[in-house]
């Protein structure tokens, strides 16, 4: 095979020589995950003013919260394989322009119901971009320590989008209505587009076989109808329609392993998840991003609707986590070398678990260097394990089926983020709603106030002076208990997930990448 793609093709070896234009290649991949990442955390900051205008319900907010992740997560598979047979840069471009098209209609909701829609067809469109990313880094940086320092820049643009987005996201808030945090992807998404049909080289598997559309079919069942079955669960309890759903997405996964160990070309290699490092450090991220973003959804509401700050003053507060992460990212590969894979990614763990332990002791009037220092030692430490764990996850697999396995790699993030906030977030719900109204609050106060916080911020600004600081007083306590006990869960969760890392990467080392 001849051309960009067959350059792209040909079996690494040691004296390969390095593909010119790489690191301005990288530029554009990562400009596609600070898209993302940007997206991500712009809407914990628009939640308050979403809720004033559309009013959902609390299970509304929360389908508002994690659809997208939800959406993300069912079709991450099937669309990293689907890069591996079209090519992953002409994948990566058509998601970006739909993911800037789908934006204007976030952007423009007008109710609770659209605006869900409008976020699971951005998860539609965001299936398409971080596999793609990750699989063009495999395929682009053939040495390992340049491979190293390429997911350590990407891992570090991942957290400059969650620095970006609520410094950005909060001017635009104190300037603009809560749609103007969907437009700013658009020109990212420009400059995405025009940059990358000229920088980015084209790659696929050579033989990749046909996309068997039944496997699609059942990967998207079964994850989608197993994360709602847990999400419902937990907010009303196990009725009949949600065991249905739960089982229905077991069954939908089970044959679609099944089905995938018989297929010749299958949509996902079900070996890969023999090799330790691999499936240890897919474990890890899922469960990782399970314990905190339930903390993370939650925290932008506590910053401005119990402690009072602006939109761009609460986006400034999460400054640390960011400058952590960016840091520790740049420094993973160095480090992971110099002491070993499985101290890093567990000593990484194990600072998150300690800093969400902390926060078991918030309170409504904390102050900021507590919860500064707290988000700065989650921010390292999420900088250093998620980095190390993408390059052990790419570096366990061939290059051509580096599309499916960063899709696994980001099916698990995706898959911890929807079940983190449904489960964290069910906890901060179904204890908020149970606190108690003051006497003489009308009975239509009393039920928007119990539907979220900024329902009772709403509710509040219609009552008497009295009544509207006893409701607001009580409504906060309530919040902040929930993300106490959330947050305590959380750091059960990233301990023990520090410990598996310790024992399943045990030997794993990032120079043994395949073919070289």
Known sequence: MTGTNGRALIAEAPAETPRPGRWLALAVLALAVLLVAVDATVLGLATPFLSEDLRPSGTQLLWIGDVYSFVIAGLLVSMGSLGDRIGRKKLLLTGAVAFGAVSVLNAYATSPEMMIAARALLGVAGATLMPSTLALIRNIFHDPKERSLAIGIWGAMASAGAAVGPVVGGFLLGHFWWGSV?????????????????????????????????????????????????????????????????????????????????????????????????????LADLLTVLGLSGMVFFLSQFLQLVQGRSPLEAGLAELPAAVGAVTAGLLAGRAARRFSVRSVVAGGLAAIGVALAVLVWLQSD?????????????????????????????????????????????????????????????????????????AGVPAAAAGEARESLGGAVEASSALPADQATSLLTSAQDAFVDGLQIASGVGAVVLLATAVAAWFLLRGQKLEEGYGG
């Open 182 to 282: 969907f437009l700013i992807n658009l020109p990212v998404m420009a400059v995405l587009v025009l940059v990358g049909i000229k920088l980015l080289p084209e790659s696929r598997d050579p033989s990749p076989g046909p996309w068997d559309l039944l496997s699609v079919v059942l990967s998207m069942t079964g994850v989608i109808a197993v994360v709602y079955a847990i999400k419902e669960g937990a907010t009303h309890g196990l009725r009949w329609d949600v065991a249905a759903a739960g089982a229905v997405g077991v069954l939908a996964l089970l044959w679609f392993v099944r089905r995938q160990l018989t297929l010749p070309s299958p949509l996902l290699d079900m070996r890969l998840f023999h090799h330790r490092g691999f499936s240890g450090a897919v």
């Open 366 to 438: 904390t102050a900021y260097p507590v919860l500064g220092a707290t988000l700065l030692v989650v921010g390292v430490g999420a900088g250093f394990s998620f980095t190390v764990t993408a390059d052990v996850i790419l570096s366990s697999v061939p290059k051509e089926q580096a599309g499916a396995a960063s899709a696994v790699s980001e099916t698990a993030y995706e898959l911890g983020a929807a079940l983190g906030i449904a489960l964290l977030g069910s906890i901060v719900t179904g204890v908020y709603r149970d606190f108690t109204v003051p």
